[in-house]
């Protein structure tokens, strides 16, 4: 939450922001349940999620920025951790071809409205806009800078990208990744609700741009357009197209006949 300017450290400042977008925002009712979206001003964005008696079962952010990727998406992953309004999809970032069987790297990236939409057709191609939520962040003035940085003889590219979510022991994969790219990009966000202030960047990596946001504290030196940024974060996107769901890929099977 402080990666947009909410600092959310007890349940009590968790309570107080739920009752706030409970209060404010705009409610959108689903066949799952409502959420209550919020919006505080150039892209930062606030979904509470209740179920259908009106009790709240989550609350998720999001920044709405300057990325456009293209994704083929190939599974809706399924977590018992998650809520019924929750979204989490596999995808291959720019993807080979129509099959999607490969593209430039498999990732997995978590939805905030996931609920507004149908029973989505996979495989299917589509532009997203994805935020990555930095959990760590390292800053360098210069490719030079980032590659002398690294003290091994194997040296990760300065536009580089590790879907991190999709190793380890979880049955389910996390819409976690670390990478490295080149600022385009960057400025200082004010959340008008808070008045916290807060970075963002738009950074191209290996398989299109990204919005990158970050808590303040988390950085040492501030980002420049040109520099090169390298950390770990979790992935929150929505989509820029809208999906085919199945019962309209049923349907153009039938017209097209």
Do not use: C
């Amino acid at each position: 939450m402080s990666s947009i300017g909410f600092e959310v450290y007890s349940q009590e400042d968790f309570e107080r922001l739920a009752e706030l977008v409970y209060t404010s925002g705009k409610r959108m009712i689903t066949k799952k349940g409502i959420y209550s979206y919020l919006e505080s001003g150039k892209g930062i964005e606030l979904w509470l999620q209740m179920n259908k008696r009106n009790e709240i079962i989550g609350l998720n952010p999001h920044y709405s920025g300057l990325s456009r990727i293209r994704v083929g998406l190939t599974n809706e992953l399924m977590n018992d951790s998650n809520s019924i309004l929750d979204g989490t999809f596999h995808a291959w970032a720019d993807p080979a071809d129509e099959t999607v069987e490969s593209g430039s790297y498999p990732f997995v990236f978590d939805m905030p409205n996931r609920a507004n939409f149908g029973d989505i057709q996979v495989p299917q191609i589509l532009n997203i806009q994805l935020t990555a939520f930095a959990h760590e962040l390292s800053v360098y003035d210069d490719e030079d800078h980032y590659l002398e940085s690294q003290e091994s003889e194997m040296k990760f590219a300065s536009e580089s990208f590790i879907p991190s979510g999709l190793f380890g022991n979880e049955e389910t994969p996390s819409a976690t990744a670390i990478f490295s790219g080149k600022v385009i990009d960057t400025s200082v966000v004010t959340n008008e609700h808070t008045g916290a202030t807060f970075y963002w960047a738009l950074v191209k990596t290996l398989g299109g741009e990204i919005d990158v946001v970050a808590d303040k504290g988390l950085l040492r030196k501030e980002m420049i357009p040109g520099g090169i940024i390298s950390g770990s974060f979790w992935l929150s996107a929505k989509f820029l197209d809208n999906p085919l769901t199945k019962k309209k890929s049923l349907l153009q099977g039938l017209l097209g006949r």
